[in-house]
């Protein structure tokens, strides 16, 4: 937890759902990170970790943990900790005393995760408990009957090499078994995969299929598991599925997830961060050209966001703003890097490490950005951020002989650790029985590489890259399509106006509605009062009338799209800049409908003040105190542009009001947007920004603190000021650090996102974007309050063709006009830190669950 500067144990931290699952008490962080201190030649280091390893972790917790993510990090961590222990042992400098210590404890561990094998189907079940096992009352766990395809098929490389190194065949066995039946259950036709499957029936649950989250390291180990242990089937399997994958999946630069049984069908229109590792698999697959082109476009929307936000749509815009320090774009970097030679990928390495610097950087650590639009913090700094992404980004940049041993001759699992590729000629006691059915030999000439040579297949040659990376150079910045009415104006005016504009559509007109008829376009009259606009191509008189039906749903479309758009603001920032903060923590902050729009002007800098009264509902009594400042105001008891006022008249240069209800925190509650007074609003001229409880107490615990505090009002965070920031002497950084661990302990804060394809309907008032051209049946809505001249007011709609701005898909709460209570809140007593960031995974999977419904 690097904004608490404390380390996160299970149960003494509010849970955050699944994401807690990977943690077991069993100092992940640490062993997870072993052989990383290896690679970077901290061999003291790594002595004194095993260590600590052997003297401090115990396995056997009363704990459920996820048995994916226990074997990739902790079984994973321990034998690549054990891999390189013998061989810095063999080298004869360090680790003498090792006598095979952490293969034990992995040993230990495996006996523990094998209960959960207990299936059928010989799929794990996705938990299990440490102590108890699957099933039994006191083990909490073993009643789930669904499990994703990657954390039943990301078993065999771990698995196998404890098998390998101890000569106990029975963990290789029951990963083999596994891989078996999800090989056996593809779908035929396809040779595609769905993302969760039913442990006991063998049953697609989620029959969407891509290269994403839920199957990722499904292919990643077909592949790995070939090249460590040698067994064709597994590469004849990968084989089978990469051919699908390019032929269905692969629509370059893009990563699209189809239906299995119609993989013609696009099965969503946005990304998943996790795709990202996929290249990098290609370039040990051999296929360098589509690796090259998906890297490109990555690194495009990377520079975009600074971030690659955990989703995006085809068109570059955020759908999930979130980046927990994914190291896959950085892995897929060094084995391009590796394959081409091309320096263009050492600059987008540096990129990447600046972006960390710059904007993740917190005292105790790398902090997540829980908003790449506007930098906000999380408080979190996984496993996989020191075991994969310290690990890949200085291999990228080191020299043969900064790295003590030879890289080439291990493995990477899907964690990054280390397994010695001679596992392969060790302990094979395994039948190498070739299980894989009704394989056909395909047409691909990349098959003929079982073990691809990147000296041979791509000469270092940069040239070669550039070729390919230099159409898409701009892929993100063209994506952004031309707006219909645009382009439909051009038609107009080579005579193909249509007979009724949307924006003059009243539906109280006789005329209008008859012209709508003729269009095939008729109004339904809803329960609720609203009016539903359908349109049926064969009712119209005529197919010239058609077209001109389907334009004016268009137009109405993209008329409801823009409103929607200005009726919506993007969330704001507010960033501590003095010291000791130095621009580190970063708040997401309500905007306001009035006052100065930030988007627009450059932001607004200044120390900060309370207000008398603190609620800001009446002339200020202490106007020298704020002028020049940026004003503190308790919200309550009279209008938010009534405060603005006040403190403007006072000489304020701009407001930050804070919410009266304790403990209200943008973790938990939607973007607030503060409303006008339903008067003219333009004789605010200063930036007003809203605040929950628990950032506004961060701000009023650092007043206590040092009493000048400085902040930065704009619209996204900006760079920290180096100038400042180089002043602070090495003592009084750490003093700050150990004196404000508090106080930035709750930077963390973020912006709910909400998956919008569960809500997916035919009519304007929900989701217009299901209206497309090429549909034959179009449906719109409007309420009785838009059945005017004018239909710019009041359209409750999404956008359709929205343009790339860097804050799109915001959620927001609905303005509040209402005068507040609670006025009477106590600031004096000290506000308790905030105990834990609450993740909004739960949202996600609640949004992936919603898939199996999804129809385009």
Same mark, same amino acid.
């Given at each position: 937890?690097?904004l608490?500067?404390?380390g996160?144990?299970?149960?003494?931290?509010?849970?955050?759902?699944? &994401?807690?699952d990977a943690?077991? %008490?069993?100092?992940?962080?640490?062993?997870?990170?072993?052989?990383?201190? &290896?690679?970077?030649?901290?061999?003291?280091e790594?002595?004194?970790?095993v260590?600590?390893?052997?003297?401090?972790?115990n396995?056997d917790?009363?704990?459920?943990?996820?048995?994916?993510?226990?074997?990739?990090r902790?079984?994973?961590?321990?034998?690549g900790g054990?891999?390189?222990a013998?061989?810095?042992k063999?080298k004869?400098?360090?680790?003498?005393?090792?006598n095979?210590?952490?293969?034990?404890?992995?040993?230990?561990?495996?006996?523990?995760?094998l209960?959960?094998f207990?299936t059928?189907?010989g799929l794990?079940?996705?938990r299990?408990?440490?102590?108890?096992?699957?099933r039994?009352?006191e083990?909490?766990?073993?009643?789930e009957?669904?499990t994703?395809?990657?954390c039943?098929?990301t078993l065999i490389?771990e698995f196998?090499?404890l098998?390998?190194?101890t000569? $106990?065949t029975?963990?290789?066995e029951?990963?083999?078994? $596994?891989?078996?039946f999800?090989?056996? %259950?593809?779908?035929?036709?396809?040779?595609?995969v769905?993302?969760?499957?039913?442990i006991?029936?063998?049953d697609?649950?989620r029959?969407?299929?891509?290269?994403?989250?839920g199957i990722?390291?499904?292919?990643?180990?077909?592949l790995?598991?070939?090249?460590?242990?040698?067994?064709?089937?597994?590469?004849?399997r990968?084989n089978?599925?990469?051919d699908?994958?390019?032929r269905?999946?692969s629509?370059p630069?893009l990563?699209?997830?189809?239906?299995?049984?119609?993989?013609?069908? /696009?099965?969503?229109?946005?990304?998943?961060?996790?795709?990202?590792?996929?290249?990098?698999?290609? &370039?040990?697959?051999g296929d360098i050209?589509?690796?090259?082109e998906t890297?490109e476009?990555l690194?495009?929307?990377?520079?975009?966001?600074?971030?690659?936000p955990?989703?995006?749509?085809t068109?570059f815009?955020?759908?999930?703003a979130?980046?927990p320090?994914?190291?896959e774009? $950085?892995?897929?970097?060094? @084995?391009l890097?590796?394959?081409t030679?091309d320096?263009?990928?050492?600059e &987008?390495?540096?990129t990447?490490?600046?972006?960390?610097?710059?904007?993740?950087?917190v005292?105790?650590?790398?902090?997540?950005?829980?908003?790449v639009?506007?930098g906000?913090?999380?408080?979190?700094m996984?496993?996989?951020?020191?075991?994969?992404? @310290?690990k890949?980004?200085?291999?990228?940049?080191?020299d043969?002989e900064?790295?003590?041993?030879?890289?080439?001759?291990?493995i990477?699992t899907?964690?990054?650790?280390?397994?010695?590729l001679?596992?392969?000629?060790?302990?094979?006691?395994?039948?190498?029985?070739?299980t894989?059915?009704?394989?056909?030999?395909?047409?691909d000439? /990349?098959?003929?590489?079982t073990?691809p040579?990147t000296q041979i297949l791509?000469?270092?040659?940069? +040239?070669?890259a550039?070729?390919?990376?230099?159409p +898409?150079?701009n892929v993100?910045?063209?994506?952004?399509?031309?707006?219909?009415?645009?382009?439909?104006e051009e038609?107009?005016?080579?005579? $193909?106006k249509p007979p009724?504009r949307?924006?003059d559509?009243?539906a109280?007109?006789?005329?209008?509605?008859e012209?709508?008829?003729?269009m095939?376009?008729?109004?339904?009259?809803l329960k609720?009062?609203?009016?539903?606009?359908?349109?049926?191509?064969i009712q119209?008189?005529?197919?010239?009338?058609?077209?001109?039906?389907l334009r004016?749903?268009?137009?109405?479309i993209?008329l409801s799209?823009?409103?929607?758009k200005?009726?919506?603001?993007?969330?704001?920032?507010?960033q501590?800049v003095?010291h000791?903060?130095?621009?580190?923590v970063?708040l997401?902050?309500?905007?306001?409908?009035?006052?100065?729009?930030?988007?627009?002007?450059?932001?607004t800098?200044?120390f900060? =003040?309370?207000?008398k009264?603190?609620?800001?509902?009446?002339?200020?009594t202490?106007?020298?105190?704020?002028?020049g400042?940026i004003?503190l105001?308790?919200r309550?008891q009279?209008?938010?542009?009534?405060?603005?006022?006040?403190i403007?008249?006072?000489?304020?240069?701009?407001?930050?009001?804070?919410d009266?209800?304790?403990?209200s925190?943008s973790?938990?509650?939607? +973007?607030?947007?503060?409303?006008?007074?339903?008067?003219?609003?333009?004789?605010i %001229?200063?930036p007003?920004?809203f605040?929950? #409880? %628990?950032?506004? #107490?961060?701000i009023?615990?650092a007043i206590?603190e040092?009493?000048e505090?400085e902040?930065?009002?704009?619209?996204?965070?900006?760079?920290?000021?180096?100038?400042m920031?180089?002043?602070?002497?090495?003592?009084?950084e /750490?003093?700050?650090?150990?004196?404000?661990?508090?106080?930035?302990?709750?930077s963390?804060?973020?912006?709910d996102?909400v998956?919008?394809?569960?809500?997916?309907e035919?009519?304007l008032?929900?989701?217009?974007?299901s209206?497309?051209?090429a549909?034959?049946?179009?449906? =719109?809505?409007?309420?009785?309050?838009?059945?005017?001249?004018?239909?710019?007011?009041?359209?409750?709609?999404?956008?359709?063709?929205?343009?790339?701005?860097?804050?799109?898909?915001?959620?927001?709460?609905?303005?509040?006009?209402?005068?507040?209570?609670?006025p009477?809140?106590?600031?004096?007593?000290?506000?308790?830190?905030?105990?834990?960031i609450?993740a909004?995974?739960?949202e996600?999977?609640?949004a992936f669950?919603?898939?199996e419904?999804?129809?385009?």
């Amino acid at each position: 937890m690097p904004l608490t500067c404390r380390g996160r144990v299970r149960g003494q931290e509010p849970s955050r759902g699944d &994401v807690d699952d990977a943690l077991g %008490k069993f100092s992940l962080t640490l062993i997870d990170s072993l052989d990383t201190l &290896v690679v970077l030649n901290k061999t003291k280091e790594f002595e004194d970790a095993v260590r600590k390893v052997l003297r401090d972790v115990n396995l056997d917790n009363d704990v459920v943990v996820s048995v994916f993510e226990t074997n990739i990090r902790v079984l994973g961590g321990l034998l690549g900790g054990h891999s390189l222990a013998i061989m810095l042992k063999e080298k004869g400098e360090h680790m003498q005393w090792y006598n095979d210590e952490l293969l034990q404890m992995a040993k230990q561990l495996g006996y523990k995760l094998l209960p959960a094998f207990n299936t059928t189907s010989g799929l794990p079940y996705p938990r299990i408990n440490l102590k108890f096992g699957i099933r039994k009352p006191e083990a909490r766990t073993g009643t789930e009957t669904d499990t994703c395809t990657a954390c039943a098929g990301t078993l065999i490389l771990e698995f196998a090499a404890l098998s390998r190194f101890t000569g $106990a065949t029975i963990f290789e066995e029951y990963a083999r078994k $596994a891989l078996d039946f999800l090989w056996e %259950k593809r779908q035929r036709s396809s040779n595609l995969v769905g993302v969760t499957i039913n442990i006991h029936t063998g049953d697609w649950v989620r029959k969407d299929s891509g290269v994403g989250a839920g199957i990722d390291s499904y292919y990643e180990y077909l592949l790995k598991a070939y090249v460590l242990l040698g067994d064709d089937s597994f590469l004849e399997r990968f084989n089978t599925h990469y051919d699908a994958i390019m032929r269905y999946i692969s629509q370059p630069p893009l990563l699209l997830d189809v239906h299995i049984h119609k993989p013609m069908l /696009n099965a969503r229109t946005w990304m998943d961060a996790l795709l990202a590792f996929f290249p990098g698999l290609q &370039v040990l697959k051999g296929d360098i050209r589509p690796a090259i082109e998906t890297h490109e476009m990555l690194y495009q929307v990377i520079k975009k966001h600074n971030f690659l936000p955990e989703a995006f749509t085809t068109d570059f815009r955020v759908h999930w703003a979130q980046h927990p320090l994914r190291p896959e774009f $950085a892995e897929s970097t060094y @084995f391009l890097y590796k394959a081409t030679g091309d320096p263009y990928y050492l600059e &987008v390495g540096k990129t990447l490490i600046e972006n960390l610097n710059k904007y993740a950087r917190v005292p105790c650590g790398f902090a997540a950005m829980k908003d790449v639009r506007t930098g906000s913090h999380e408080d979190r700094m996984d496993s996989f951020f020191l075991a994969e992404m @310290f690990k890949y980004l200085y291999l990228l940049f080191a020299d043969k002989e900064d790295i003590i041993f030879d890289i080439e001759d291990y493995i990477f699992t899907t964690e990054a650790h280390l397994l010695p590729l001679w596992l392969s000629t060790t302990n094979q006691s395994i039948s190498k029985k070739n299980t894989t059915s009704e394989y056909t030999e395909l047409d691909d000439s /990349n098959f003929d590489w079982t073990c691809p040579n990147t000296q041979i297949l791509f000469p270092n040659d940069p +040239l070669y890259a550039q070729s390919i990376r230099e159409p +898409l150079k701009n892929v993100v910045d063209k994506s952004c399509p031309r707006g219909i009415i645009r382009v439909r104006e051009e038609s107009f005016r080579s005579g $193909a106006k249509p007979p009724l504009r949307a924006r003059d559509f009243m539906a109280t007109n006789p005329e209008h509605l008859e012209i709508l008829k003729k269009m095939g376009v008729s109004l339904i009259h809803l329960k609720d009062g609203r009016v539903q606009l359908v349109q049926h191509a064969i009712q119209a008189a005529s197919s010239i009338d058609a077209e001109d039906g389907l334009r004016f749903m268009q137009e109405m479309i993209e008329l409801s799209s823009q409103q929607q758009k200005e009726q919506q603001l993007p969330p704001r920032a507010v960033q501590i800049v003095s010291h000791p903060f130095f621009g580190r923590v970063v708040l997401t902050a309500g905007p306001a409908q009035f006052g100065l729009d930030l988007s627009k002007h450059k932001e607004t800098r200044g120390f900060v =003040a309370s207000s008398k009264p603190y609620n800001g509902c009446s002339e200020l009594t202490n106007p020298e105190a704020v002028m020049g400042k940026i004003a503190l105001i308790q919200r309550g008891q009279c209008m938010f542009a009534e405060k603005a006022r006040n403190i403007q008249n006072a000489g304020a240069i701009g407001g930050i009001v804070i919410d009266d209800n304790e403990g209200s925190s943008s973790d938990t509650a939607p +973007l607030f947007q503060m409303a006008g007074d339903g008067k003219d609003t333009d004789d605010i %001229k200063i930036p007003m920004l809203f605040l929950f #409880s %628990k950032e506004g #107490s961060i701000i009023l615990d650092a007043i206590r603190e040092y009493e000048e505090v400085e902040v930065l009002l704009s619209d996204k965070a900006k760079d920290r000021d180096p100038e400042m920031e180089n002043e602070e002497q090495p003592s009084s950084e /750490n003093d700050s650090q150990n004196q404000s661990a508090e106080q930035i302990s709750s930077s963390s804060q973020e912006v709910d996102l909400v998956d919008q394809e569960s809500s997916e309907e035919n009519s304007l008032n929900s989701h217009p974007e299901s209206l497309s051209p090429a549909d034959m049946d179009n449906a =719109a809505s409007i309420s009785p309050s838009e059945q005017t001249s004018n239909p710019t007011e009041n359209h409750e709609t999404t956008n359709l063709n929205g343009e790339c701005t860097d804050l799109d898909n915001q959620l927001q709460e609905q303005s509040e006009t209402e005068e507040d209570s609670n006025p009477n809140v106590s600031w004096g007593k000290k506000v308790q830190p905030i105990d834990s960031i609450l993740a909004d995974w739960n949202e996600d999977i609640e949004a992936f669950e919603m898939m199996e419904k999804d129809e385009l």
